[in-house]
């Protein structure tokens, strides 16, 4: 298998044991972060964010204790009155977990429905470099966003 094709399999695999399979926090690596991680042989990915409702984060990988992939996002409820943070992390884990799942990707070309809404994650790029955004639709409304980017760490 690829180096390439190692790193996106680990990606997929610790995005799914940490914010959408429940994992455990982690200390926090800087003051005021919420962090959540994984490990399994070479490779380490830590999750590491900022606010509630509205939040930024970042997403790391290392391989062999050197950082070689990572992702910025930051999201927002955009209608409070359609959709309150707990609703939306609902749908984003179940978009989410069902795009791990069933795609075996974690990028774009995702559509969901959910009982608390319409989940639209799209992106252009691939794993080595790339930008997409997530929204999520009450009642024909967008009611959330997150944009993010990311992609290879060379030195």
Same mark, same amino acid.
């Given at each position: 298998?690829?180096?390439?094709?190692?790193?996106?399999?680990?990606?997929?695999?610790?995005?799914?044991?940490?914010?959408?399979?429940?994992?455990?926090?982690?200390?926090?690596?800087?003051?005021?972060?919420?962090?959540?991680?994984?490990?399994?042989?070479?490779?380490?990915?830590?999750?590491? $964010? #900022? +606010?509630?409702?509205?939040?930024?984060?970042?997403? %790391?990988?290392?391989?062999? @204790?050197?950082?070689?992939? &990572?992702?910025? $996002? #930051? +999201?927002?409820?955009?209608?409070?009155?359609?959709? %309150?943070?707990?609703?939306? @992390?609902?749908?984003?884990? &179940?978009?989410?977990?069902?795009?791990?799942?069933?795609?075996?990707?974690?990028?774009?070309?995702?559509?969901?429905?959910?009982?608390?809404?319409?989940?639209?994650?799209?992106?252009?790029?691939?794993?080595?470099?790339?930008?997409?955004?997530?929204?999520?639709?009450?009642?024909?409304?967008?009611?959330?966003?997150?944009?993010?980017?990311?992609?290879?760490?060379?030195?």
């Amino acid at each position: 298998m690829a180096a390439l094709e190692q790193l996106k399999d680990f990606i997929v695999e610790a995005k799914s044991k940490t914010y959408v399979g429940g994992g455990e926090p982690r200390p926090s690596s800087r003051q005021g972060s919420h962090d959540i991680g994984y490990e399994t042989g070479s490779w380490r990915y830590l999750d590491s $964010y #900022f +606010g509630g409702t509205d939040f930024a984060g970042h997403e %790391t990988v290392w391989q062999d @204790g050197e950082p070689c992939w &990572a992702m910025n $996002y #930051f +999201g927002r409820i955009m209608r409070p009155e359609l959709i %309150t943070g707990e609703k939306a @992390g609902l749908v984003i884990k &179940a978009a989410l977990q069902a795009m791990y799942r069933e795609k075996r990707h974690f990028l774009g070309g995702m559509e969901f429905r959910h009982a608390h809404g319409y989940y639209i994650d799209s992106s252009r790029g691939d794993t080595e470099h790339f930008s997409g955004r997530e929204v999520i639709f009450v009642d024909g409304e967008e009611a959330y966003e997150l944009d993010y980017r990311g992609g290879l760490i060379r030195r």
